[in-house]
């Protein structure tokens, strides 16, 4: 049996008449289980869309969201402003500036850009795509200006580390007499602190003293920009001025580590906090463990984790503790946890309801891997089309790479049609199956592959390499001591 291959482009649209006609059968494909609404609900409205769109990108699933979204435009249901607030932050976290862009237009043949939240939105989403230009032009086309839509586009500049552009905007900002709040603050001083300007940098830290906006601000205003090493910078800076810490300054602080993941910064804050007496506090321990859970110490973690309290366990420090583990391929440690978690009397939430629903899918992954490897191709399939939700692109992925090894062209052309589906972008896949096609001496077939490639506009990725600099620095200084 032989499948065509038929990738649709993200922005393509299929007519309503024919979408179930370009659906494969049934029997190459579980249904989509979570994209479908349930069986009670009779009728798919805007509101639960919405919520559906939000959920899933709420949930660190960014594509799955936008996958949604080109399901609701195919429907019959009109998105509203609530949509575009939802899908214009998931193009901006892909860097999926084609799909932004199209969003764009659809808000303007719509006619709902007049809000400020979704202009606000629109700047934001440009932003992290890396074009400031249509950014500005956005910003530059607005009456109406919010501290938000300045705020937003001074963090372009600054993520671009153009500093000129970012005072600029700052001296204009004040000039209109828009007043900047303790993230616009966090973000100069941010960048003060990366172009060493201590001048400015204290004409900055004047005007938030004189505002009253404490430092827990503007450290929580770096990191809700993404900002970890600039906000270690300011809380330096805060230690050398020797301000005096206090819980909220500390809960502020910690998650610039977690996000940097440095496992010699991470004991020195340890360190820091053992002699100041923090470490006593539940909530500093707990932002502690996720330090030492997101630098893959687990077994630092865990002694921490110990060291609470049953009483002083709660949601969040239970949370932390089981992603780590989830996040680091330990799933049955996760889920043991997740089960002391429910027995000890906490409820679950959607942190933890989600490690775990990963780890189920990471649980079939793993099966269908070695299943293939077994050539045990058709059970590893059977898997598939049984699992109770639908298979991700790591299911189908596994599935994909055991036809290679064992040249089965039949499921390998099904693996890869849903593939394609679900990354479009993702030059592996379509690599993995022109070499099925050439193993078995189809080799138009496999040319077909690579023009497929060409004109969705894929390139291969190429090999990196990844070179631990401390550990080669380190290396070089022992060879010359030994030399010596």
């Known amino acids: 049996m032989r499948v065509t291959i038929i990738p649709l482009r993200h922005h393509q649209q299929i007519p309503c008449n024919h979408q179930e006609a370009a659906r494969p059968h049934h029997h190459f494909r579980p249904p989509l289980k979570p994209f479908s609404f349930s069986a009670d609900c009779c009728e798919k409205t805007v509101v639960s869309w919405n919520t559906l769109i939000s959920g899933y990108f709420r949930n660190d699933c960014a594509k799955e969201a936008l996958?949604?979204?080109?399901?609701?435009?195919?429907?019959?249901?009109?998105?509203?402003?609530?949509?575009?607030?939802s899908v214009l932050p998931a193009c901006g976290y892909l860097k999926d500036l084609d799909m932004g862009m199209e969003v764009h237009q659809m808000i303007k043949d719509k006619g709902i850009g007049k809000r400020l939240a979704v202009q606000n939105a629109l700047v934001d989403m440009y932003v992290k795509c890396g074009r400031m230009d249509k950014a500005r032009r956005v910003f530059d086309g607005r009456v109406e200006r919010d501290v938000i839509t300045w705020t937003t586009v001074i963090n372009g500049y600054t993520l671009n580390t153009d500093a000129k552009g970012a005072l600029e905007l700052c001296r204009l900002m004040q000039f209109e007499d828009v007043r900047p709040n303790e993230v616009t603050l966090a973000l100069l001083l941010a960048m003060c602190a990366v172009l060493r300007d201590l001048k400015l940098g204290k004409c900055l830290h004047g005007t938030s003293k004189k505002r009253t906006v404490p430092w827990n601000a503007i450290l929580s205003g770096c990191i809700h920009n993404k900002l970890a090493r600039e906000a270690i910078e300011l809380f330096k800076q805060m230690h050398l001025e020797a301000v005096k810490l206090n819980d909220a300054k500390w809960k502020s602080i910690l998650p610039a580590y977690a996000i940097e993941a440095d496992m010699h910064q991470a004991m020195n804050i340890h360190g820091y906090l053992i002699r100041s007496g923090f470490i006593r506090k539940p909530e500093i321990l707990t932002g502690l463990i996720d330090i030492y859970s997101k630098c893959g110490n687990l077994q630092y973690a865990h002694n921490l984790f110990n060291g609470l309290s049953m009483r002083n366990r709660d949601i969040v420090s239970w949370s932390v503790i089981i992603a780590g583990y989830g996040k680091h391929g330990h799933g049955e440690a996760a889920l043991s946890l997740f089960n002391q978690m429910v027995r000890s009397g906490v409820k679950p939430n959607e942190v933890t309801f989600y490690v775990r629903e990963s780890l189920r899918t990471d649980h079939y992954t793993c099966i269908v891997d070695l299943l293939g490897r077994a050539n045990r191709l058709e059970e590893a399939y059977e898997l598939i089309s049984t699992m109770p939700f639908e298979a991700s692109s790591a299911v189908w992925g596994a599935l994909l790479g055991a036809c290679v090894i064992h040249e089965n062209v039949e499921?390998?052309?099904?693996?890869?049609?849903?593939?394609?589906?679900?990354?479009?972008?993702?030059?592996?896949?379509?690599?993995?199956?022109?070499?099925?096609?050439?193993?078995?001496?189809?080799?138009?077939?496999?040319e077909r592959v690579r023009q497929m490639m060409s004109n969705i506009g894929v390139v291969k990725a190429p090999a990196n390499s990844v070179v631990d600099v401390r550990s080669l620095c380190n290396c070089r200084m022992a060879n010359r001591l030994m030399l010596r």
Do not use: P, Q
């Open 67 to 85: 996958m949604v979204f080109r399901r609701m435009v195919g429907s019959e249901v009109e998105f509203d402003s609530a949509t575009v607030l």
């Open 411 to 446: 499921l390998g052309e099904i693996a890869a049609k849903w593939l394609f589906e679900l990354e479009l972008e993702n030059s592996g896949n379509y690599v993995l199956m022109g070499n099925i096609y050439s193993a078995v001496g189809r080799f138009d077939d496999g």
